[in-house]
């Protein structure tokens, strides 16, 4: 199953939508597609969809999923990359009325540089990318919370 998340913000992300209905459209996707569209404005014809998912709601989907679309928030991305999930993650351009800025060019860069992610910075390469996800083998994530935290205490004992 392809599990497509959105993030919450008031942007939309039709292009993304309307290329997932195309290549399903065309056969070219054959598997079950789910997404959570967010604050688009174009509604899915050939996938399940709703527009927010509660927290609990959002993990069964990823869970449930092989493989996670997703634009370039950290939030969605990090989820998915903890549960071990192939993903291809997409940047909203502001061009396009997506964001204010490009910001999440740079934050797909970077989980790409660590091995996390699947970039794809075309919707017109989604295709490409969907078909060669299940061959790359991505890093495990690791989490540095201790580091940050041994950061913190180590200050605060500095500044007694």
């Known amino acids: 199953m392809i599990f ?3 993030g919450s913000q008031k942007f939309q992300f039709n292009r993304i939508l309307e290329e997932v209905d195309r290549l399903i459209q065309k056969r070219m996707i054959t598997e ?7 604050a688009c404005t174009y509604i899915p014809k050939y996938f399940e969809y709703q527009k927010f998912y509660d927290r609990e709601g959002l993990d069964n989907e990823i869970d449930k999923a092989d493989i996670i679309i997703t634009h370039g928030g950290t ?4 989820t998915s990359v903890k549960k071990s999930k192939k993903i291809i993650a997409v940047p909203r351009k502001k061009k396009y009325g997506e964001h204010v800025d490009d910001h999440q060019l740079e934050i797909i860069r970077q989980f790409d540089d660590l091995n996390l ?14 078909n060669r996800i299940r061959e790359i083998n991505f890093a495990s994530y690791s989490s540095n919370t201790h580091v940050i935290i041994e950061s913190i205490e180590r200050y605060v004992e500095e500044q007694k």
């Open 32 to 38: 079950k597609v789910v997404a959570q569209i967010g």
């Open 117 to 130: 992610i699947c970039p794809c910075y075309d919707v017109e390469s989604l295709f490409e990318k969907f």
């Open 4 to 6: 497509i998340t959105l």
């Open 75 to 78: 939030g969605a991305i990090i």
